[in-house]
């Protein structure tokens, strides 16, 4: 079971960078791409949130997810004040809607690496 935890963490850091590229690449172009079905901004911010600190919780560990919370928290603040230099709005409830999906990720990766340890 050790080997499981340990492919999933090596998976897990694989993962956050292209998926931390996307999400930046995403708040800071001027003209993101349109999804097909109507779906909530907020909704877009926590769930990218959400999976980055999930990801970077499995990948650091638990001594790491409030630092990993916190951590995504700021970057979401920054990406929305430098939206502005890209004829995009700030908004605080983006802010929000980042900093709760990166601390209920960061609760979820450490629910996923206590379930794995469990296993073994």
């Known amino acids: 079971m050790e080997r499981l935890v340990s492919r999933a963490r090596k998976w897990a850091f694989w993962l956050f960078w292209p998926a931390l590229m996307v999400v930046v690449w995403g708040e800071l172009t001027p003209h993101p791409p349109a999804l097909e079905v109507a779906v909530s901004d907020k909704l877009l911010h926590?769930?990218?949130?959400?999976?980055?600190?999930?990801?970077?919780?499995?990948a650091l560990g638990r001594a790491?997810?409030?630092?990993?919370?916190?951590?995504?928290?700021l970057l979401g603040g920054?990406?929305?004040?430098?939206?502005?230099l890209t004829g995009r709005d700030a908004e605080w409830l983006d802010?929000?809607?980042?900093?709760?999906?990166?601390?209920?990720?960061?609760?979820?990766?450490?629910?996923l690496l206590r379930l794995l340890a469990k296993r073994g």
């Open 46 to 58: 926590f769930t990218a949130y959400f999976g980055l600190a999930a990801i970077a919780t499995t």
């Open 78 to 84: 920054a990406l929305e004040i430098l939206q502005g």
């Open 64 to 73: 790491r997810a409030l630092q990993i919370a916190l951590s995504l928290a």
């Open 95 to 111: 802010e929000a809607a980042n900093a709760l999906g990166a601390g209920l990720g960061a609760l979820t990766g450490l629910v």
